[in-house]
Structure formats: structure tokens, C-alpha cells
T-cell receptor, first 110, second 115 residues
Framework: GEDVEQSLFLSVREGDSSVINCTYT??????LYWYKQEPGAGLQLLTY?????DMKQDQRLTVLLNKKDKHLSLRIADTQTGDSAIYFC??????????FGDGTTLTVKP | DTEVTQTPKHLVMGMTNKKSLKCEQH?????MYWYKQKAKKPPELMFV???????INESVPSRFSPECPNSSLLNLHLHALQPEDSALYLC??????????????FGEGSRLTVL
């Protein structure tokens, strides 16, 4: 079955880079996503990567995918206090639904 | 218009009440979803409507009843809920239905408290 795992907490200083890691088990994953959830709000799609890619960059965000190890990471450059939130990794398979990790709470200290 | 709109934002109900949560999207998306999210946990899938037909029911108790009146609207009817059903209920949509749906667009959620 599908299983997505993330470390639960990450704390960085403002201006540093943040790296959030995720592992997944379903080798039939077609897309892998990163969502951000701020307190009291819904989930916001940040970026995604197709399973045949190994890297995608979008402004301050860099996604790396190691398909052999089933490892996904999200790097946020120049992290700001507004980046403090919970970040969910999710995979989408051909089953027509997404499976979410438990979420990583990112705390950015001034 | 890239929004998924959910109403109400907050709902308090007793265990004998009947209420409904509503969700609307005007992006032409062909699949809509209900998720339940407890504090500090990931969203848990409840139902998926694909091309206005119920395609996935994740063994949700019958006190939750989904309805999709048309491709833009999704309702969740609530009846005889339990206090443990208190949670944030998230609606989402995706461009495609079927097996390869693409990314999800979420609403802000309806926070439900059952007394």
C-alpha cells in the first residue's frame, strides 16, 4: 500500500536554507507534490514534480527527486518568517487519489 | 477565478442536529473531494466525485452523506454526528477526474465542532 513519511519538525534561522525530506513507497507514483498549510487555513499547492524528472526549480523552491531511493526533498532558499507553516509531501498514483505524509512543521526564527 | 469556496467557515452542532457543508468551484474542474483533518494531522480522504459520480468512498460512516448536484458544487450532509467527528473539513478539486487527477486545489475548510 501507499505510505509517505516525513520528519515532523524543522527549525531554521531567517535567511538560511530549509530542506524538508520525504520518502514514499509506491513505485507507481506519477506525480509528487508539496503543499503548505498555514494555521487555520486549507492546503496550498507549492510545487510538484513528475516522476520522470529529478529536479525542478521555481524561484526560491527546489525539488529533488531520487526515484531509485523513493526520496523527495524540498529546499527553500532564503527562508523567511512567512514560510513558517506545515509542509505536506503527497504522492498521486493511478488510483485517482493522493496520499499525504504526516507533515513537517517548519519554524523560522528571526 | 482559482478559488474553492467553502461555507460555513465554522459550525457548531449538537449530536441530534442535521446540517450541511457546502463547497463551490468555478474552475471547470471535473473531480471534487472531501477530506477530514484533525489537528496536527494530514488530511484524510473521505469521498471523491469524478465527473459528478461518486468514485471513492473511504468507508466513511453513513452519518456523513455526500452530494454532488452539478460539476461546480459539492455538499456534505451531516446527521447524528459524534464529538469525535469534530475536525476541519476540507473540500478540494482537481482538473481531471479518473485515475490521474493532477494537483489538488483546496478550500479554506469548515471547522466543525460537535457538542
Amino acid at each position: 500500500g501507499e505510505d509517505v513519511e516525513q520528519s515532523l519538525f524543522l527549525s531554521v534561522r531567517e535567511g538560511d536554507s530549509s530542506v524538508i525530506n520525504c520518502t514514499y513507497t509506491d513505485s507507481s507514483s506519477t506525480y509528487l507534490y508539496w503543499y503548505k498549510q498555514e494555521p487555520g487555513a486549507g492546503l496550498q499547492l507549492l510545487t510538484y514534480i513528475f516522476s520522470n524528472m529529478d529536479m525542478k526549480q521555481d524561484q526560491r523552491l527546489t525539488v529533488l527527486l531520487n526515484k531509485k531511493d523513493k526520496h523527495l526533498s524540498l529546499r527553500i532558499a532564503d527562508t523567511q518568517t512567512g514560510d513558517s507553516a506545515i509542509y505536506f509531501c503527497a504522492e498521486s498514483t493511478n488510483a485517482g487519489k493522493s496520499t499525504f505524509g504526516d507533515g513537517t512543521t517548519l519554524t523560522v526564527k528571526p | 477565478d482559482t478559488e474553492v469556496t467553502q461555507t460555513p467557515k465554522h459550525l457548531v452542532m449538537g449530536m441530534t442536529n442535521k446540517k450541511s457543508l457546502k463547497c463551490e468551484q468555478h474552475m471547470g474542474h471535473r473531480a471534487m473531494y472531501w477530506y477530514k483533518q484533525k489537528a496536527k494531522k494530514p488530511p484524510e480522504l473521505m469521498f471523491v466525485y469524478s465527473y459528478e459520480k461518486l468514485s471513492i468512498n473511504e468507508s466513511v460512516p453513513s452519518r456523513f452523506s455526500p452530494e454532488c448536484p452539478n460539476s461546480s458544487l459539492l455538499n456534505l450532509h451531516l446527521h447524528a454526528l459524534q464529538p469525535e467527528d469534530s475536525a476541519l473539513y476540507l473540500c478540494a478539486s482537481s482538473r481531471r477526474g479518473g485515475t490521474n487527477t493532477g494537483e489538488l486545489f483546496f478550500g479554506e475548510g469548515s471547522r466543525l465542532t460537535v457538542l
